[in-house]
């Protein structure tokens, strides 16, 4: 199975700041990946797909990259509206797999 | 506009068995692979299986955790998924969510989810 290990599991920011997370994939996954934002008690909201391309209706501070084994989501400016969890998964092969997931919060 | 329904989730004991089912509208339901995605009480996400349009004999793909307990089914003439569940444990326990997946591969529209308890 492909394991994804995110980075860090819990960051704490604030309002305008700039925030990375990071997912790293056990074996290469050339760009089958996506990251999924949750807020509490919601389901899950895709961003990102096939590691860089943005969603339709998701802001434009969000931004993906990265290929084979190294992903990065970056939130440029944060709103309040960003604070959540985020996943990174993968496509690539079964069975899918998720990212243990990053808490971003309020400082 | 787009929308997945979850129901029949519950209290079922372990051993039990429970089906869960998932009502698509605003969108070709014909059209899509569909996934349950289920998420434990304060943990992480969980990929429970797949199933495949008719253009690819509804042929199905399961969780190693899940397989030979758990059977996703569908119905295109009623737009529904269904979630067969047997042999039920407590590591079971969840909430599921039905989720659309896009001619992409990925997980564009999800329901709000229904929570399936496993407890004596």
């Known amino acids: 199975d492909i394991q994804l290990t995110q980075s860090p599991s819990f960051v704490s920011a604030s309002v305008g700041d700039r925030v990375t997370i990071t997912c790293r994939a056990s074996q290469g996954i050339s760009s089958f990946l996506g990251w999924y934002q949750q807020k509490p008690g919601k389901a899950p909201k895709l961003l990102i797909y096939?590691?860089?391309t943005l969603q339709s209706g998701v802001p434009s501070r969000f931004s993906g990259s990265g290929s084979g084994t190294k992903f990065t989501l970056t939130v440029s400016s944060l709103q309040p509206e960003d604070f959540a969890t985020y996943y990174c998964?993968?496509?690539?092969?079964?069975?899918?797999?998720f990212g243990q997931g990053t808490r971003l919060e309020i400082k | 506009e787009v929308q997945l329904v979850e129901s029949g989730g519950g209290l079922v004991q372990p051993g039990g068995s429970l089906r869960l089912s998932c009502a698509a509208s605003?969108?070709?339901?014909?059209?899509?692979?569909m996934d349950w995605v289920r998420q434990a009480p304060g943990k992480g996400l969980e990929w429970v299986g797949r199933?495949?349009?008719?253009?690819?004999?509804?042929?199905?793909e399961y969780a190693a955790s899940v397989k030979g307990r758990f059977t996703i089914s569908r119905d295109d003439s009623k737009n529904s998924l269904y979630l067969q569940m047997n042999s039920l444990k407590t590591e079971d326990t969840a909430i599921y969510y039905c989720?659309?997946?896009?001619?992409?591969?990925?997980?564009?529209?999800w329901g709000t989810g229904t929570t399936v308890t496993v407890s004596s």
């Open positions: 096939a590691a860089s």
């Open positions: 605003g969108f070709t339901f014909s059209d899509h692979y």
């Open positions: 199933i495949r349009k008719r253009a690819n004999s509804y042929t199905t």
């Open positions: 989720v659309r997946v896009n001619d992409d591969y990925y997980l564009d529209v």
């Open positions: 998964r993968q496509r690539s092969a079964y069975p899918i797999t």
